[in-house]
Nanobody
Framework: QVQLVESGGGLAQAGGSLRLSCAAS????????LAWFRQAQGKEREFVAW????????YHTDSVKGRFTISRDNAKSTVDLQMNSLKPEDTAVYYC???????????????WGQGTQVTVSS
């Protein structure tokens, strides 16, 4: 079983940056697909980005392409999300997740962190 703990959320102004980090504990970290999702108040949880088993294999949803970057470090058992050019619509609770298939679907991920709040003011 994998335990995931997010950190790095907070308040940012529009156009600013934040970096989220997710630390994992448990066996076989490098064998999991890692992803970031977010959930705005009153809305469904939505996919943001995933990182495949190879550190260079990544995918980002269209709304964050060119602004957000997911990166994993298998040696440190971490997955980060660098968020630049933040917009008020990026405000949400951000979740780290681990699964075994490359997917944008919530149901494809078995393990979840507790979430970290990101608030972007205009």
């Amino acid at each position: 079983q994998v335990q995931l703990v997010e950190s790095g959320g907070g308040l940012a102004q529009a156009g600013g940056s934040l970096r989220l980090s997710c630390a994992a504990s448990g066996p076989s970290f490098s064998s999991y697909v890692l992803a970031w999702f977010r959930q705005a108040q009153g809305k469904e949880r939505e996919f943001v980005a995933w990182a495949g088993l190879q550190e260079t294999h990544t995918y980002h949803t269209d709304s964050v392409k060119g602004r957000f970057t997911i990166s994993r470090d298998n040696a440190k058992s971490t997955v980060d999300l660098q968020m630049n050019s933040l917009k008020p619509e990026d405000t949400a609770v951000y979740y780290c997740a681990a699964g075994v298939v490359l997917s944008t679907r919530v149901k494809s991920y078995y393990y979840w962190g507790q979430g970290t709040q990101v608030t972007v003011s205009s």
